[in-house]
């Protein structure tokens, strides 16, 4: 059975993106030695991607080849007309427990939770959250879209790893704590 994952940068105060949805900021990072923060690794084990339309249409607008056109990507949008101009990518109204049960029994590969806040509210939720990989950014942002919005429920993780990076990121990995 795949896994539920989620990998994602955070601020020290929570936030994943500015309230526009813009990630920008992140590109303010020096990364002299081209380092990828254990992505190549996490991302081997993937083989669905499940985000937002918010997140799916930020990440349009980088102006890079789909990064995910290996994986299938489903977006999460009650607008069943989205476009979806990327490879392997089908929008789904809402993503509920039975179905993203369903998804963990049939995926190849892990799933891969990427975004937003009011998607990994949902299936925190669900209590369908088996990982986190957290980069811990240093940086205040002071207003945003936060990792968990108000609503998620009570949930209870185990720390797995930590690891710090000369730039000053950290990467925390906690698994889900079974009650």
């Given at each position: 059975m795949s896994k539920v994952k989620l990998f994602i940068a955070v601020t020290l105060d929570g936030k994943i993106a500015r309230p526009d949805g813009s990630v920008a900021w992140l590109e303010e990072y020096p990364n002299p030695d081209g380092l990828d923060y254990g992505y190549t690794d996490f991302y081997a084990s993937i083989g669905t991607v499940v985000m937002g339309r918010k997140t799916y249409q930020e990440i349009l607008g980088f102006d890079v080849p789909w990064p995910y056109a290996d994986a299938q990507t489903l977006v999460v949008s009650s607008n069943s007309a989205l476009e979806t101009p990327t490879p392997q990518t089908s929008v789904i109204p809402d993503i509920d427990p039975t179905s993203l049960r369903r998804l963990t029994s049939e995926a190849k590969g892990d799933?891969?939770?990427?975004?937003?806040?009011?998607?990994?509210?949902?299936?925190?939720?669900?209590?369908?959250?088996?990982?986190?990989?957290?980069?811990?950014?240093?940086r205040v942002l002071g207003e945003g879209i936060a990792l968990f919005p108000e609503g998620c429920a009570e949930t209870h993780f185990t720390v797995q790893s930590a690891e710090a990076f000369p730039s000053g990121f950290v990467n925390l990995v906690y698994t889900r704590k079974e009650p």
């Open positions: 799933i891969w939770i990427i975004g937003g806040g009011q998607l990994i509210r949902s299936v925190l939720n669900a209590g369908l959250v088996d990982e986190m990989t957290l980069t811990i950014i240093p």
